[in-house]
């Protein structure tokens, strides 16, 4: 136990090597759905004699020789096994984009173990929804809690976005991810941030001010856990149950924002049709369910457990507990 304790807090010490070193660079990259990325990686195969830089290495996931980055953070990540040796060339086992002004580890590409740790044009639209949101809330939300957390992006751009969270829990079920928050959210200077390990709200204690969550949704063939969201209701069993038992920890004036992806039927939607049930037993709650992007995933509609579905859509479903704090 203390030896595994050891390793991670070298792997720690040099990822934060790495953010602070690409901080340094200005380094900047936004990460795109994986069918674009590979689009760019074959085209980038086609170049020759291109010179290698820090975002092919770590934005690309390009291979690279030691003679294309600085010899002190090659020692560091060679030394805490953050890369690997295949032939004949080097590829970094984490990626790091940037968001806003911030710097985020993540998991290598193609995100293809179960254990990936997922970062993409959803964090990048959640987080432009929930500041939407909290920059028009009219109260100042002081606990708050992302399920589901990943590299928990959404709650340290929060977190900086709004100085009255006091505290922030980020829960997730993947013990990679929640080493990866810990040491993004060391790296934004943040200390408000508390990583759990939680299949949903099942080790959270409490209520909340502000619950929000990007979880998984689709039907995934390999059940990977960063997108497989459940058996039920077409992909959203996980998104229908955040809400369910969300209901019960919001606080007075608290609020609940889901993102998710739907999946529609040509007669309408399982999880709308279950979430206007629930709903019906909870008179203190203003609730709203919204597109905000008719078809997102189209690849997924080849698939086979996606042969009844028409499209998938984005929404947003906001709940506001609207009773008076006292
Ligand atoms: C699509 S990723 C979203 C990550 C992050 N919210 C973002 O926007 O970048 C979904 C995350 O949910 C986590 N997850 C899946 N099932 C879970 C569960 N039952 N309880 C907690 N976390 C879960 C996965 O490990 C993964 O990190």
Redesign the pocket.
Known sequence: MNQILDIQTSQQQALLFLLGYLKQQNYRFTTITPLSHQRILSRNSNTQNKAITLRDIFGWNSAFTEADIEPVLFAVLKEQQLIHFHEHQWRSHVRVSSLDDELFIHSSFPTLAADS????P??YR?VYQLKQYLSTHPYAFKRGL??????S??AISLAKFSSEFKEMIV????PK?LFYSQINASFAGLDNIYPVS???FAHLDGQFDFIF????YLMDADQR???HGGDRLDGNE?AFNIVKEGIQRLNPQGCLFLYTGVAIRADGNRFLEHLKQLMTAYSNMNWCYEEIDPDVFGEELEQPAYQHIERIALVLVKLENIVELE
């Open positions: 740790v997922f970062f993409g959803d964090t959640f992302e399920l589901c957390c990943g590299t992006a959404a829960a997730d079920l993947n991810a939680s299949n949903l969550a990007n979880p998984p856990q960063y997108r996980l």
